[in-house]
């Protein structure tokens, strides 16, 4: 067996109504935070509400920054980290989906370090401080990100068009909260594309050529609870059993791709959100995964052919070549049934982007764990193959 290693020092707290206990957690960290958050809309107000209050209620001094974007920017980083340098705040909070929390993160950074977050992704020279950063607790509102479980916070440079990433143990949560009461706020295209990204996550992390078995059980299970429960996620938005089922899935994955990582997928997924940042970061990798699979399937066979057997239990009777071969159509009929089948042109890609693509997905680190490592002609021809919709 390879070496292990496993680090999950993220407290997590889930459950329904778990929401109740971030001010006493918070408490143990700072008496004034930063609560980062998105502009509060009609649906997600009561979240928000439910967050500051038990804050308050614990005695922690809130200081609000509402104004994440989705694929946050270093321009609300920066603001935000300015805010919390001067008001001098102990700690940051994050409420909301993945760019809440990775906005929380990268502010932890920011507001502490010499420079801005930008300095510290990976593409650049400096490297966080465990020591220096700030405690970050967050409360996750959606089920696919896995932020609450990892050490990335990923955002975009506007002036560069490039999406990076904080690569750091500093920027694991002190404390998780994961209360499914807080993603019936979820719209059906959120929970569809969230959960795609955790299925991303689980698969990714299961098929890496780092993988290991006790991180492939734990994705199994994940990919088992996302691919028999995604459809009735979005279809009945307020069933708590099956947000919990897919909050769990989500922790499951954010975990694998915490100590094992994300691959191909996102290496081409990422930098189509920071060309285009109206393209949700699930939506991205739902445009990806079709071509990726039939790409990649047979280079992974045993594995591919359990999971298609999960998306189809009447793949049972075929070899592992047979069933391997069906997982993209299976990948396909979910994305379908949960509407976010797409195109690069449906999304609006200008085909200009995509040489800057090509280069951007070859050069990231994520492409060269994947189980068939392909070279810039290969990532072309998938992208162009992404144009239509079949
Ligand atoms: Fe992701």
Redesign the pocket.
């Known amino acids: 067996m390879k070496v292990l290693q496993q680090y999950m020092p993220a407290r997590v707290i889930f459950g329904s109504g778990s929401i109740q206990k971030l001010g006493e957690v918070t408490k143990e960290y700072a008496n004034k935070v930063l609560l980062v958050t998105r502009p509060w809309s009609d649906a997600e107000k009561d979240n928000f509400q439910k967050a500051k209050e038990s804050l308050e209620r614990a005695g922690v001094e809130v200081v609000v920054y509402d104004k994440v974007v989705p694929n946050p920017t270093t321009t609300t980083i920066n603001e935000a980290s300015e805010i919390a340098r001067k008001e001098k705040v102990g700690a940051i909070v994050g409420v909301g989906g993945g760019s809440s929390m990775d906005t929380a993160k990268a502010v932890a950074v920011g507001a502490t370090h010499e420079g801005v977050a930008w300095d510290y992704v990976y593409t650049e020279t400096k490297v966080a401080d465990k020591k220096k950063t700030l405690p970050i607790i967050v409360a996750t509102t959606t089920s696919g ?1 896995g932020s609450h479980a990892t050490k990335y916070a990923v955002f975009q440079n506007p002036d560069i068009k490039v999406k990076a990433t904080i690569v750091n143990e500093a920027v694991f949560p002190q404390v998780s909260i994961v209360d499914p009461e807080l993603m019936t706020s979820m719209n059906a295209f959120v929970t569809a594309t969230t959960g795609f ?1 955790a299925f ?2 689980a698969f990714e992390s299961y098929t890496n050529i780092n993988s290991n078995p006790f991180m492939d059980m734990l994705m199994e299970e994940a990919m088992k609870i996302i691919l028999q429960n995604l459809r009735q996620a979005v279809a009945e938005p307020e069933n708590i059993e099956i947000r919990t089922k897919m909050a769990y899935a989500d922790t499951l994955a954010g975990m694998g791709i915490a100590n094992v990582g ?1 691959t191909l997928p ?1 290496s081409i997924g990422q930098p189509i959100s920071g060309k285009c940042p109206w393209v949700s ?1 699930g939506q991205s ?1 739902a445009l990806v995964y079709p071509e990726f699979l039939k790409f990649t399937q047979d280079y992974c066979v045993e594995k591919a052919a359990k999971v298609a057997r999960f998306a189809n239990p009447a793949l049972q009777s075929l070899s592992d070549a047979e069933a391997a071969s069906h997982l993209s159509e299976e990948i396909i009929k979910l994305q379908k049934d949960t509407g976010i089948y797409t195109s690069l042109n449906e999304l609006k890609v200008p085909r200009e982007e995509i040489e800057g693509l090509v280069n951007d997905a070859m050069a990231c680190p994520d492409t060269y764990v994947n189980p068939r490592v392909p070279t810039a002609d290969e990532v072309r021809q998938m992208l162009l193959n992404m144009w239509e919709v079949k």
């Open positions: 990100t990204d991303a996550h994300t996102h970061h990798l």
